[in-house]
């Protein structure tokens, strides 16, 4: 089956009740049961079941088996947003005294959320870039997780996924990826051999910027060693399921960041058009970048424009695909302003993955928390401008940031 086939008929595209065609909202806080007994099993997993919707609820279930398959794991968890599938699927593994090695053009929320983890005492020794050279003398005694996006927002760093998984599983590590920018559209990381897989799926998988939401997807392919992954030590029974089911049974659980029913609804509805939007989102910002990228005093960053340092990575390991995010530097803030100012159709807002155009001015909004430095590892400095592309037609969009930028001229 072939990828927009699977978002529509794949083999967790179930029956629902009454003939349903999608999956109903159970917008339930709890399921009642029948017997005491038949209670007690749900509870010690001893039969499948719901009982309450932080545990488990029927249209989150649907969306966590959905974005399962597509990204060939074992196990998808869903969570409230993004960045709590990235908080709980780190607390799943790590603990006090682990280190973590992460490229430094990270979103800058997870650069955020780093920070807050070393005063729990997981430090995080970062990397310019995500490869073999850059992180192999980095690993130590206390090295338990590498850590990376697979198409770096907003710096458009790519990782070469075999090559850093093959590094890590040399030293006993796992990989674990956010995949947030690529999507399954462009590939999946755990065929490559990533380990763990995390979403905002507020972002692409949703696509209509209608919900906020994350998912955690594990590989279960890692064979944990659990006298050096502490974490997991309680559940060595398991073997290579034990992430999963510390995550599933204990921190996800207990951190009590589920998502809602409708939220996951939303998402099911939005992922089932993924590849759709994603090709028209690709083409989209390939045409735009190669038009920007002709006007003079603009530079543009985009990853299949010829030039760009990671177009082999990109053709070899996307099949070509570029993504729907590129960037572009203005020459100074004002004038990036001015361009911002004068956008007709594209919308001045910080997330990405919307069907309409999306543009921002990541130094004064989205870095605002981070030195000027660690701005300059992400690929933002004062007069960048960052742009999602949606699924408008590809001529006005042209025209519109063609005129906005001839008007800053004035
Ligand atoms: C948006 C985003 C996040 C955070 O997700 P939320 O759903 O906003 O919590 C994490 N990583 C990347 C790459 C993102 O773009």
New binding site residues.
């Given amino acids: 089956m072939e990828f927009n086939t699977k978002l529509l008929h794949g083999k967790t595209v179930t029956d629902y009740p009454y003939g349903a065609t999608v999956p109903p909202i159970s917008q339930v806080t709890a399921f009642k049961f029948d017997t005491a007994e038949e209670q007690e099993k749900v509870f010690h997993h001893k039969a499948a079941g719901f009982a309450y919707s932080r545990v488990g609820n029927p249209t989150v279930a649907a969306f966590e088996q959905r974005m399962n398959e597509l990204e060939g794991g074992n196990a998808a968890i869903a969570c409230s947003?993004?960045?709590?599938?990235?908080t709980l699927a780190l607390l799943n593994m790590l603990c006090a005294g682990d280190e973590i090695i992460a490229g430094s053009g990270?979103?800058g929320?997870?650069i955020d959320l780093f920070e807050d983890l070393t005063k729990l005492g997981i430090k995080t020794r970062y990397v310019r870039h995500v490869n073999v050279e850059e992180i192999e003398p980095l690993i130590n005694e206390h090295t338990r997780l590498i850590y990376g996006?697979v198409i770096?927002?907003p710096g458009l760093d790519v990782m070469d996924i075999k090559a850093v998984a093959d590094l890590a599983h040399s030293h006993g590590l796992p990989l674990m990826t956010?995949s947030?920018?690529a999507t399954p559209y462009i590939i999946n990381p755990l065929k490559l051999g990533a380990n763990i897989v995390?979403?905002?799926?507020?972002?692409y998988i949703n696509g209509g910027g209608n919900s906020?939401?994350?998912v955690i997807v594990d590989g279960a392919g890692f064979d944990w060693d659990f006298d050096k992954f502490k974490a997991l030590d309680g559940y060595r029974k398991f073997g290579p399921l034990a992430y999963t089911i510390r995550l599933r049974t204990d921190i996800w659980e207990n951190l009590g960041s589920c998502l809602s029913p409708f939220n996951a609804f939303m998402n099911i509805i939005g992922m089932e058009t993924l590849g759709l939007r994603m090709e028209r989102i690709c083409s989209n910002a390939s045409k735009l970048a190669t038009a920007l990228d002709q006007i003079p005093g603009i530079r543009v960053n985009y990853l299949t424009l010829p030039g760009n340092p990671y177009k082999g990575l990109v053709d070899r390991q996307f099949g070509g695909k570029g993504g729907g995010i590129l960037t572009f530097r203005a020459g100074s803030k004002e004038k990036a302003f001015k361009i911002l100012n004068n956008l007709q159709y594209v919308t001045k807002a910080s997330?990405?993955?919307d069907l309409r155009t999306l543009a921002i001015h990541p130094a004064s909004t989205l870095y605002i928390r981070s030195s000027e430095e660690q701005m300059a590892a992400a690929g933002v400095f004062d007069d960048t401008i960052r742009v999602s592309t949606g699924i408008e037609d590809a001529t006005d969009l042209i025209e519109d940031f063609t005129r906005a930028i001839e008007l800053a001229d004035k």
């Avoid at 947003?81 to 990235?86: D, F, N, P, R, V």
């Avoid at 995390?198 to 972002?203: A, Q």
């Fill in positions: 947003s993004g960045m709590s599938a990235i990270l979103y929320g997870s996006e770096g927002n956010d947030t920018t995390v979403h905002s799926s507020s972002k906020i939401s994350g997330n990405i993955g």
